[in-house]
Nanobody, 117 residues
Framework: QVQLVESGGGLVQTGGSLRLSCAAS????????MGWYRQAPGKQRELVAT???????NYADSVKGRFTISRDNTTNTVFLQMNSLKPEDTAVYYC???????????WGQGTQVSVSS
């Protein structure tokens, strides 16, 4: 069983930056993909960014060019660098680990990101 602990959320002004971290403990397979989703009040959870075990990345159109996902396989940690933040980025951000393609995700507890206008 993988456990995920997120950190780095907070309150920032429009145009500011935040860096989220998510450390996975337990056994993380070499095939595991990692990533971030977010959920704003009254909205469904949506994909933000993913990174495969090989380092390939994928981003939601709304964050391309502003957010960067990366991972450290030695510590099983995934990061989300968020620049040029907008009020519409306000949400609870959840990290996940997916051990094998098509398998279930393990989720973190979520971290709040709030962007003031």
């Amino acid at each position: 069983q993988v456990q995920l602990v997120e950190s780095g959320g907070g309150l920032v002004q429009t145009g500011g930056s935040l860096r989220l971290s998510c450390a996975a403990s337990g056994t993380v397979f070499s095939t595991a993909s990692m990533g971030w989703y977010r959920q704003a009040p009254g909205k469904q959870r949506e994909l933000v960014a993913t990174v495969t075990s090989g380092g390939a990345t994928n981003y939601a159109d709304s964050v391309k060019g502003r957010f960067t996902i990366s991972r450290d396989n030695t510590t099983n940690t995934v990061f989300l660098q968020m620049n040029s933040l907008k009020p519409e980025d306000t949400a609870v951000y959840y990290c996940y680990v997916r051990q094998v393609f098509g398998g279930p995700r393990s989720w973190g507890q979520g971290t709040q990101v709030s962007v003031s206008s």
